[in-house]
């Protein structure tokens, strides 16, 4: 288990004023927020993100569909 200072740091580490740092930045709030296994993000599509309504959808272990809130 990380620390607390650990997830701190790991968040912090992209270098957001890059477009590859953003996008790497967005990926670890994304994983540390919501649970997402790596799996997961990597397939994840942008039509499966829901920022109105607050959730993306995926495809879980065993190929079942589960939805994710996201803040």
């Known amino acids: 288990m990380l620390t607390v200072e650990e997830v701190e740091r790991l968040l912090a580490a992209p270098d957001?004023?890059?477009p590859n740092g953003l996008r790497d930045a967005a990926m670890l709030?994304?994983?540390y927020a919501t649970g997402l296994r790596v799996s997961e993000?990597?397939?994840l599509r942008g039509d499966a993100?829901?920022?109105e309504a607050g959730f993306l959808s995926?495809?879980?272990k065993g190929r079942k569909q589960r939805l994710v809130p996201i803040g």
């Open 16 to 18: 957001q004023a890059k």
């Open 29 to 31: 709030e994304l994983l």
């Open 41 to 43: 993000l990597c397939n």
């Open 49 to 51: 993100v829901n920022l």
């Open 58 to 60: 995926t495809m879980g």
